[in-house]
């Protein structure tokens, strides 16, 4: 199995765009996660679906985000429009119980 | 509101210098305590999972302990290439489901031949 695959890998764009962050789970699993990562702030659970249902989006930190799973095998991030405050790096996971795979994440530069 | 705090925040040892992580936590019941390991420009791998006091579980040089408001991760002889961040997370009981962990900031490990 190829793990949890994110795209891009990086992504650097200006201050107001519309950004777009994508994810595919692990094939299978059927709880899917979006954690973002900065120095100051460690791991921060954004959102997590399960069964294709987002469950919990309190970590969302403003209407700016929103988050989709259309499917089972993908799910997408988006930031519109975006602040030089949400540059970090945002991880997606999936689980099939309650070890939690991650991606390789997305390095967000908002300039 | 569920915390974990992990100290110390960077630990730099001697290759072969055995030493202890901590993770102290606050959670509205523990349905899990999580030990990830994360290697720079990569996602956290998972380690082990506790589930009550006095467990205790092992991998290679590493041993993960619980009580019922820390946890240890010790590293016995340590090697350069358990250099990495360390994580610890929580799990509430409350809820069903998948729940979300809750992370600490981690502990940044450097194991100097």
């Known amino acids: 199995d190829a793990g949890v695959i994110q795209s891009p890998r990086h992504e650097v764009t200006e201050m107001g765009q519309e950004v777009t962050l994508r994810c595919k789970p692990i094939?299978?699993?059927?709880?899917l996660f979006w954690y973002r990562q900065t120095m100051m702030r460690g791991l921060e659970l954004l959102i997590y679906f399960n069964n294709n249902v987002p469950i919990d989006d309190s970590g969302m930190p403003e209407d700016r985000f929103s988050a989709k799973m259309p499917n089972a095998s993908f799910s997408t991030l988006k930031i519109q429009p975006s602040e030089p405050r949400d540059s970090a790096v945002y991880f997606c996971?999936?689980?099939?119980?309650?070890?939690?795979?991650f991606g390789s994440g997305t390095q967000l530069s908002v300039l | 509101e569920d915390q974990v705090t992990q100290s110390p925040e960077a630990l730099r040892l001697q290759e072969g210098e055995s030493s202890s992580l901590n993770c102290s936590y606050t959670?509205?019941?523990?349905?899990?305590l999580f030990w990830y390991r994360q290697d720079p420009g990569k996602g956290p791998e998972f380690l082990f999972t506790?589930?009550?006091a006095g467990e205790e579980k092992e991998k290679e040089r590493l041993k993960a302990t619980l009580t019922k408001k820390e946890s240890f991760l010790h590293i016995t002889a340590p090697k350069p290439e358990d250099s990495a961040t360390y994580l610890c997370?929580?799990?509430?009981?409350?809820?069903?489901?998948?729940?979300?962990?809750?992370f600490g900031k981690g502990t940044h490990l450097i194991i100097q031949p």
């Open positions: 996971a999936s689980s099939w119980g309650e070890k939690l795979f």
């Open positions: 959670v509205s019941g523990l349905r899990g």
């Open positions: 997370a929580v799990q509430a009981s409350s809820g069903g489901g998948a729940d979300g962990l809750t």
């Open positions: 506790l589930y009550s």
């Open positions: 094939s299978g699993h059927n709880s």
